[in-house]
Protein backbone atom coordinates (compact mmCIF):
# COMPACT_ATOMS: atom_id res chain seq x y z
CA UNK A 1 0.00 0.00 0.00
CA UNK A 2 1.55 3.21 -1.20
CA UNK A 3 1.23 6.48 0.45
CA UNK A 4 0.24 8.33 -2.84
CA UNK A 5 -2.21 5.90 -4.19
CA UNK A 6 -4.01 6.04 -0.46
CA UNK A 7 -3.95 10.05 -0.77
CA UNK A 8 -5.44 9.98 -4.23
CA UNK A 9 -8.61 7.56 -3.22
CA UNK A 10 -8.79 9.02 0.50
CA UNK A 11 -12.93 9.24 -0.50
CA UNK A 12 -13.71 5.67 -1.37
CA UNK A 13 -11.42 4.85 1.43
CA UNK A 14 -13.78 6.94 3.69
CA UNK A 15 -16.72 6.00 2.35
CA UNK A 16 -15.27 2.31 3.71
CA UNK A 17 -14.27 2.97 6.87
CA UNK A 18 -18.12 4.91 7.34
CA UNK A 19 -19.37 1.68 6.43
CA UNK A 20 -17.42 -0.02 9.05
CA UNK A 21 -18.74 2.51 11.24
CA UNK A 22 -22.44 2.22 10.60
CA UNK A 23 -22.63 -1.55 10.62
CA UNK A 24 -20.42 -1.73 13.85
CA UNK A 25 -22.08 -3.36 17.04
CA UNK A 26 -23.81 -0.52 19.72
CA UNK A 27 -23.02 -0.25 22.87
CA UNK A 28 -24.60 1.09 25.97
CA UNK A 29 -21.94 0.71 28.76
CA UNK A 30 -18.52 2.32 27.63
CA UNK A 31 -16.49 -0.18 30.17
CA UNK A 32 -16.72 -2.46 26.96
CA UNK A 33 -14.52 -0.32 24.80
CA UNK A 34 -10.81 -0.06 24.80
CA UNK A 35 -8.60 2.59 25.60
CA UNK A 36 -7.79 3.55 22.03
CA UNK A 37 -7.82 6.09 19.06
CA UNK A 38 -10.30 5.79 16.77
CA UNK A 39 -14.15 6.76 15.58
CA UNK A 40 -17.22 6.64 17.43
CA UNK A 41 -21.15 6.99 15.97
CA UNK A 42 -23.51 8.05 19.04
CA UNK A 43 -27.14 6.85 18.01
CA UNK A 44 -30.18 8.57 19.71
CA UNK A 45 -33.50 8.06 17.79
CA UNK A 46 -34.77 11.62 19.01
CA UNK A 47 -31.36 13.19 17.28
CA UNK A 48 -29.20 13.02 14.71
CA UNK A 49 -26.16 10.57 14.82
CA UNK A 50 -23.38 12.03 16.10
CA UNK A 51 -20.08 11.15 14.20
CA UNK A 52 -16.59 12.17 15.94
CA UNK A 53 -13.06 11.59 16.86
CA UNK A 54 -10.94 10.48 19.72
CA UNK A 55 -7.99 9.26 21.54
CA UNK A 56 -9.38 7.42 23.70
CA UNK A 57 -12.74 5.45 23.07
CA UNK A 58 -14.02 4.22 26.49
CA UNK A 59 -13.38 7.74 28.25
CA UNK A 60 -15.19 9.76 25.36
CA UNK A 61 -17.73 7.13 25.44
CA UNK A 62 -18.41 7.55 29.12
CA UNK A 63 -18.85 11.60 28.73
CA UNK A 64 -21.27 11.50 25.97
CA UNK A 65 -23.28 8.48 27.47
CA UNK A 66 -23.67 10.25 31.00
CA UNK A 67 -24.47 13.30 29.16
CA UNK A 68 -27.21 12.34 27.15
CA UNK A 69 -28.45 10.02 30.59
CA UNK A 70 -28.58 13.33 32.23
CA UNK A 71 -30.43 15.00 28.96
CA UNK A 72 -33.77 16.00 30.84
CA UNK A 73 -35.30 16.17 27.61
CA UNK A 74 -34.18 12.59 26.56
CA UNK A 75 -36.49 9.50 27.12
CA UNK A 76 -34.76 7.25 24.75
CA UNK A 77 -31.51 5.26 25.75
CA UNK A 78 -28.43 5.96 23.80
CA UNK A 79 -26.32 3.93 22.27
CA UNK A 80 -22.75 4.42 20.32
CA UNK A 81 -20.81 2.57 18.30
CA UNK A 82 -17.43 2.52 17.49
CA UNK A 83 -14.49 1.86 15.10
CA UNK A 84 -10.94 1.26 16.23
CA UNK A 85 -9.08 3.58 13.79
CA UNK A 86 -4.97 3.61 13.89
CA UNK A 87 -5.25 6.25 10.27
CA UNK A 88 -8.07 8.38 9.04
CA UNK A 89 -10.00 8.95 12.03
CA UNK A 90 -10.02 13.03 11.49
CA UNK A 91 -11.03 12.79 7.94
CA UNK A 92 -13.88 10.21 9.16
CA UNK A 93 -14.92 12.21 11.84
CA UNK A 94 -15.23 15.07 9.08
CA UNK A 95 -17.98 12.94 6.81
CA UNK A 96 -20.42 13.67 8.78
CA UNK A 97 -23.57 13.68 6.94
CA UNK A 98 -22.13 13.42 3.00
CA UNK A 99 -22.65 10.14 2.62
CA UNK A 100 -25.82 9.28 3.80
CA UNK A 101 -27.39 9.38 -0.13
CA UNK A 102 -25.11 7.29 -1.69
CA UNK A 103 -23.67 4.70 0.97
CA UNK A 104 -22.88 1.53 -0.43
CA UNK A 105 -21.46 -1.70 0.53
CA UNK A 106 -17.36 -1.78 0.14
CA UNK A 107 -16.46 -5.10 1.75
CA UNK A 108 -16.64 -6.73 -1.22
CA UNK A 109 -13.93 -4.51 -3.07
CA UNK A 110 -9.99 -3.26 -2.82
CA UNK A 111 -11.24 -0.66 -0.37
CA UNK A 112 -10.67 -2.28 3.18
CA UNK A 113 -10.85 -0.09 5.99
CA UNK A 114 -9.48 -3.01 8.11
CA UNK A 115 -6.54 -3.60 5.90
CA UNK A 116 -5.91 0.61 5.57
CA UNK A 117 -5.71 0.24 9.59
CA UNK A 118 -3.32 -2.72 9.63
CA UNK A 119 -0.94 -0.96 7.15
CA UNK A 120 -1.46 2.42 9.32
CA UNK A 121 2.55 2.25 10.76
CA UNK A 122 3.96 1.41 7.26
CA UNK A 123 2.19 4.32 5.54
CA UNK A 124 3.35 6.81 8.15
CA UNK A 125 6.47 6.17 7.45
CA UNK A 126 6.19 6.58 3.64
CA UNK A 127 4.32 10.28 4.86
CA UNK A 128 7.88 11.07 6.85
CA UNK A 129 9.17 10.03 3.54
CA UNK A 130 7.43 12.70 1.87
CA UNK A 131 8.36 15.28 3.42
CA UNK A 132 12.31 15.18 2.45
CA UNK A 133 11.29 16.58 -0.74
CA UNK A 134 9.68 19.70 0.60
CA UNK A 135 10.99 22.98 0.39
CA UNK A 136 11.21 24.94 3.35
CA UNK A 137 10.15 28.72 2.31
CA UNK A 138 10.34 31.70 4.44
CA UNK A 139 6.98 32.53 6.21
CA UNK A 140 6.50 35.41 4.31
CA UNK A 141 7.52 33.60 0.87
CA UNK A 142 4.92 30.78 2.42
CA UNK A 143 3.10 28.95 -0.39
CA UNK A 144 -0.61 26.91 1.10
CA UNK A 145 -3.46 26.37 -0.45
CA UNK A 146 -6.97 25.95 0.78
CA UNK A 147 -6.48 22.27 1.32
CA UNK A 148 -5.89 19.64 4.42
CA UNK A 149 -2.56 18.94 5.32
CA UNK A 150 0.13 19.65 8.13
CA UNK A 151 3.11 22.23 8.50
CA UNK A 152 5.92 22.32 10.50
CA UNK A 153 7.47 25.74 11.47
CA UNK A 154 11.45 26.19 11.92
CA UNK A 155 13.84 29.03 13.72
CA UNK A 156 17.70 28.57 13.23
CA UNK A 157 17.41 25.09 12.41
CA UNK A 158 15.14 23.82 15.25
CA UNK A 159 11.68 22.52 15.35
CA UNK A 160 9.48 25.01 17.14
CA UNK A 161 5.69 23.38 15.94
CA UNK A 162 3.93 21.39 14.26
CA UNK A 163 -0.16 20.58 13.39
CA UNK A 164 -2.60 19.64 10.87
CA UNK A 165 -5.22 21.79 9.36
CA UNK A 166 -8.25 21.12 7.08
CA UNK A 167 -6.87 24.29 5.47
CA UNK A 168 -3.74 24.64 5.54
CA UNK A 169 -4.03 28.65 3.89
CA UNK A 170 -6.22 29.55 6.27
CA UNK A 171 -4.59 28.12 9.37
CA UNK A 172 -0.95 30.08 8.69
CA UNK A 173 -2.82 32.83 7.55
CA UNK A 174 -4.38 33.03 10.95
CA UNK A 175 -0.58 32.40 12.91
CA UNK A 176 0.16 35.70 10.78
CA UNK A 177 -2.55 37.53 11.82
CA UNK A 178 -4.67 36.34 15.00
CA UNK A 179 -3.32 35.67 18.09
CA UNK A 180 -6.28 34.73 20.25
CA UNK A 181 -7.00 31.93 17.05
CA UNK A 182 -2.90 30.72 17.09
CA UNK A 183 -1.44 28.60 20.01
CA UNK A 184 1.91 28.97 17.88
CA UNK A 185 1.89 32.59 18.40
CA UNK A 186 0.56 32.44 22.12
CA UNK A 187 3.08 30.19 22.49
CA UNK A 188 5.95 32.35 21.19
CA UNK A 189 4.90 35.24 23.09
CA UNK A 190 4.92 33.08 26.37
CA UNK A 191 7.85 30.96 25.83
CA UNK A 192 10.25 32.49 23.73
CA UNK A 193 9.77 36.41 24.27
CA UNK A 194 8.08 36.65 27.60
CA UNK A 195 5.20 38.18 27.71
CA UNK A 196 2.34 37.82 29.60
CA UNK A 197 -1.63 36.64 27.93
CA UNK A 198 -4.02 39.30 28.41
CA UNK A 199 -8.12 39.70 28.68
CA UNK A 200 -9.36 41.26 25.57
CA UNK A 201 -10.33 44.18 28.07
CA UNK A 202 -6.72 44.57 29.23
CA UNK A 203 -6.03 45.77 25.72
CA UNK A 204 -8.63 47.61 24.62
CA UNK A 205 -11.05 45.10 23.15
CA UNK A 206 -14.71 44.33 23.34
CA UNK A 207 -14.58 40.62 25.31
CA UNK A 208 -16.12 37.94 23.31
CA UNK A 209 -19.56 36.63 24.86
CA UNK A 210 -17.51 32.96 24.98
CA UNK A 211 -14.56 32.83 27.43
CA UNK A 212 -14.38 36.89 27.84
CA UNK A 213 -11.93 36.47 30.37
CA UNK A 214 -9.84 34.21 28.77
CA UNK A 215 -5.80 35.24 28.14
CA UNK A 216 -5.34 35.06 24.69
CA UNK A 217 -4.20 38.50 23.65
CA UNK A 218 -1.34 41.08 23.07
CA UNK A 219 -0.95 45.03 22.98
CA UNK A 220 -0.69 46.36 19.60
CA UNK A 221 3.42 46.28 20.05
CA UNK A 222 3.47 42.75 21.17
CA UNK A 223 1.98 41.49 17.99
CA UNK A 224 4.34 43.57 16.44
CA UNK A 225 7.05 41.69 18.33
CA UNK A 226 5.06 38.54 17.19
CA UNK A 227 5.09 39.51 13.89
CA UNK A 228 8.72 39.90 13.52
CA UNK A 229 9.96 36.73 14.96
CA UNK A 230 7.94 35.22 12.46
CA UNK A 231 9.45 36.64 9.72
CA UNK A 232 12.44 35.22 10.66
CA UNK A 233 11.03 31.29 10.43
CA UNK A 234 10.53 28.76 7.63
CA UNK A 235 7.73 26.67 7.54
CA UNK A 236 7.09 23.08 5.52
CA UNK A 237 3.68 22.45 4.86
CA UNK A 238 2.44 19.07 3.00
CA UNK A 239 -0.85 18.36 1.59
CA UNK A 240 -2.97 15.25 3.21
CA UNK A 241 -6.03 14.18 2.35
CA UNK A 242 -5.94 10.94 4.25
CA UNK A 243 -4.33 10.48 7.62
CA UNK A 244 -3.00 13.95 9.14
CA UNK A 245 -3.66 13.97 12.60
CA UNK A 246 -2.13 10.49 13.05
CA UNK A 247 1.00 11.86 10.62
CA UNK A 248 1.34 15.21 12.89
CA UNK A 249 1.11 12.79 16.18
CA UNK A 250 3.91 10.59 15.03
CA UNK A 251 6.01 13.67 13.99
CA UNK A 252 5.17 15.24 17.15
CA UNK A 253 6.45 12.03 18.95
CA UNK A 254 9.22 11.73 16.93
CA UNK A 255 11.08 15.32 16.87
CA UNK A 256 9.59 16.66 20.24
CA UNK A 257 8.79 20.73 18.67
CA UNK A 258 10.09 22.62 21.26
CA UNK A 259 6.87 25.05 21.82
CA UNK A 260 4.54 22.07 21.37
CA UNK A 261 3.34 21.22 25.23
CA UNK A 262 2.34 17.50 25.47
CA UNK A 263 -1.13 17.28 25.40
CA UNK A 264 -2.47 14.10 28.02
CA UNK A 265 -6.29 15.54 27.75
CA UNK A 266 -8.80 13.16 26.18
CA UNK A 267 -9.61 14.84 22.36
Known amino acids: MRWNEVQSDAQAWLEA ?8 PLYKDHKRLEKRTGNYRLTNPEKVALIGETNNLRKRAKRLLKAEI ?4 NMSTPLIQVSYTDFGRKELEETQGTFDKY ?48 YM ?19 LNLHSNSTPASGLRR ?12 TAQEVGQEAPNFQPYARQHLSLTENFAINHYLQECLVVNLPVTLGRIELSEALCHHFAPKLMIKQTDIT
Do not use: C
Open 17 to 24: GRQVLEVS
Open 103 to 150: LTDYQSTQFSWEELQAESLELLSQGFQQLEYVRPREWMARQAEATAGI
Open 70 to 73: SDSN
Open 153 to 171: VFKDNELLYINHSNNLLHS
Open 187 to 198: AIATYELGMDLK
